[in-house]
């Protein structure tokens, strides 16, 4: 497979209205992206890179790192494999339209598997990329580690990191763990596991 790009900062060169912005980072083409809410509520506003400089974001990469998305259990540039990590607001107080920017981001990473971190992630997620928003809560700790069928995705909500148990934690490492040694590839639009 042709790789789409190696820079794993903003790699398609988006720029939003309001600056400083927190674009994506990691492997833009990976399998696994990482969806959370902004820069105040998941870190990075110094950074400029999601989920780091905070609690959730070493929660996250703490889980990354046990299921070998992420090279260390912490970094404030993480190097990852398989996995990229976004917001649904590049800016702090960006307004709602902005999530065309995410929208187009996880059209371009074409992951199989969103991870929607938070509830703010997951309404947005179940809103745009599944037929369950009417069926389901946007309650990501109801949801956490468990397996929504989208349109062309497999979605698996987490709970806000910074609010996680120890349980938590391994509950989500043991679902990542299974979905890698499982054929979790969808077929797009079709949203069925292959084989």
């Known amino acids: 497979m042709k790789r789409a790009t190696d820079r794993v900062s903003n790699p398609f060169g988006m720029r939003a209205p309001g600056e400083p912005a927190v674009y994506g980072y990691g492997d833009a083409n990976a399998d696994f992206h990482v969806v959370g809410a902004d820069a105040e509520t998941h870190g990075g506003t110094d950074t400029g890179v999601p989920f780091t400089d905070s609690t959730a974001g070493e929660q ?10 992420a090279a260390d259990a912490y970094s404030d540039a993480p190097t990852l494999s398989n996995c990229y990590l976004s917001y649904l607001r590049l800016s702090p107080g960006d307004p709602a339209d902005l999530e065309r920017y995410v929208d187009a981001e996880i059209r371009a990473i074409n992951a199989h598997i969103l991870l929607p971190v938070g509830d703010d992630a997951l309404s947005y997620v179940l809103e745009t990329f599944t037929t369950q928003a ?34 938590e934690s391994q ?18 639009g079709v949203a069925t596991t292959v084989g």
């Open 60 to 69: 996250l990469q703490g889980v990354l790192h046990e299921t070998d998305f």
């Open 134 to 167: 009417r069926k389901l809560p946007t309650d990501a700790a109801a949801l956490h580690a468990t397996d929504v069928r989208g349109r062309g995705f497999l979605v698996v909500p987490v709970r806000e990191p910074s609010e996680w148990c120890l349980e």
């Open 171 to 188: 509950t989500l490492v043991r679902r990542l763990n299974a979905l890698l040694d499982s054929d979790y590839r969808q077929t797009k």
